[in-house]
């Protein structure tokens, strides 16, 4: 029998206070053999977005590689970027990066699918995936860029592969970039079905999977189906990391063996890493990185830039920021903007930049997230506004 210890995080969003400077000691501790990132590492905190507008390569990717990631795989935010950057990022990262179901505009695979990992004598094949839901999450040029292939086909079609190239693995795990709907353990429904977070469905479609690792949801949960497939989230910004181990019997050991004997559960469990997390050192960047925050934003540039991004009949964008660090600040929310639908009376109650408006007609107005009631509200967008503006201003 051979021990394969997997540790894992996800939603880190270049953020490197929080835990991720912790990782090291926690690492050695537990005696990891694999460390694998779930997604969103690069891209989500002021630091990441200093890295993109300043740096051709972020320093999020000198993190990765010092940490000795061993296998990586993109999330959603990961492309806010684009296709290009994403790429170039990875070009200059040593850890596997995989993706079985993110294709480029002509259908073509980004990354590979999956990567194989070796502990003795003992073989882990790792298949990435991302949420199928992403073209509702990205900006819009990137929806031009990539195409998500549903994650049950592309792990189908990667499982099918990997048995017609005779490829031996021992352990299958998949990382996957969505959320959990469902008690992974008694299968209880927790909210409604999403195809933005399919776990559960993964781990019943694909009994065959030994470890999965969500998500994208920021939530912090662990299980053991019934099945025998042990289930990590581990939350964001690296607060938890994630710590499964296992004893696994090779082909050679266990000819006459089921695969499900083969492998034994022995931990599925988080690892709190805030407490032990220290200030990460920037060395030369600190200062440009500090004035780069105060960067002076012309409000009146992203007020147009936004309306002409996002059609409505009103708009509310009294956006208050003056520099870079405090638009930030007011815009990395989840839903920074929301569109509602209200009668001109209350629109032009609390504007007043409209006060011609019918009272009793009804308008389309995109807002800052609560700038109207909730009971007028449309969509809630969910969208990295920060970052889209931040983009276009680099374009």
């Not at 694999?34 to 969103?40: F, S």
């Not at 600190?286 to 960067?295: A, M």
């Not at 405090?326 to 009668?343: D, I, K, N, T």
Request: proline fraction near 5%.
């Amino acid at each position: 029998m051979t021990q394969v210890t997997i540790a894992a995080t996800t939603d880190v969003h270049g953020y490197l206070n929080e835990g991720l400077t912790a990782l090291p000691a926690v690492l050695e501790a537990v005696g990891a053999n694999i460390l694998i990132d779930n997604g969103d590492f690069f891209v989500g905190s002021p630091f990441a977005a200093y890295a993109f507008d300043q740096l051709a390569v972020s320093p999020l990717v000198t993190v990765a590689n010092r940490l000795n990631y061993d296998v990586m795989v993109p999330g959603n935010h990961d492309l806010d970027f684009g296709l290009a950057w994403l790429k170039k990022q990875v070009s200059a990262l040593e850890a596997d990066y995989i993706c079985a179901n993110l294709k480029d505009a002509d259908g073509v695979d980004v990354f590979p699918s999956y990567s194989i990992q070796s502990v003795s004598d003992v073989k882990v094949a790792v298949v990435g995936l991302m949420t199928a839901a992403f073209n509702q999450l990205c900006p819009l040029e990137v929806s031009q860029q990539v195409i998500i292939e549903n994650p049950f086909a592309a792990l189908k079609k990667v499982l099918k592969q990997l048995k017609a190239n005779t490829v031996a693995y021992d352990l299958l795990l998949v990382s996957y970039h969505g959320g959990l709907t469902n008690d992974p353990q008694t299968g209880a429904t927790w909210f409604y079905p999403s195809i933005e977070d399919q776990a559960y469905q993964l781990m019943t479609t694909f009994p065959e999977i030994d470890s999965l690792i969500c998500g994208h949801q920021h939530f912090t949960n662990t299980g053991i189906h019934p099945q025998g497939t042990a289930l990590l989230q581990a939350g964001s910004r690296a607060h938890y990391l994630g710590l499964q181990r296992f004893e696994v019997e090779n082909e050679s050991e266990a000819a006459n063996q089921s695969a499900a004997s083969r492998v034994k559960i022995i931990e599925n469990r988080l690892l709190d890493l805030r407490a032990k997390a220290t200030k990460y050192p920037l060395g030369p960047l600190h200062e440009p990185y500090l004035s780069w925050l105060e960067k002076t934003v012309t409000v009146s540039d992203i007020q147009t830039w936004v309306k002409q991004r996002y059609p409505a009949d009103c708009y509310m964008l009294d956006f208050k920021a003056r520099n870079f660090g405090e638009l930030m600040a007011e815009l990395m929310v989840p839903f920074p903007l929301s569109y509602y639908y209200a009668p001109g009376k209350e629109i032009m109650a609390v504007s007043d930049a409209y006060e011609t408006l019918e009272a009793e007609r009804f308008y389309s107005t995109l807002a800052i997230t609560g700038c109207l009631p909730q009971s007028r509200l449309r969509e809630g967008l969910l969208l990295p506004l920060f970052d889209e503006i931040i983009k276009q201003q680099a374009d």
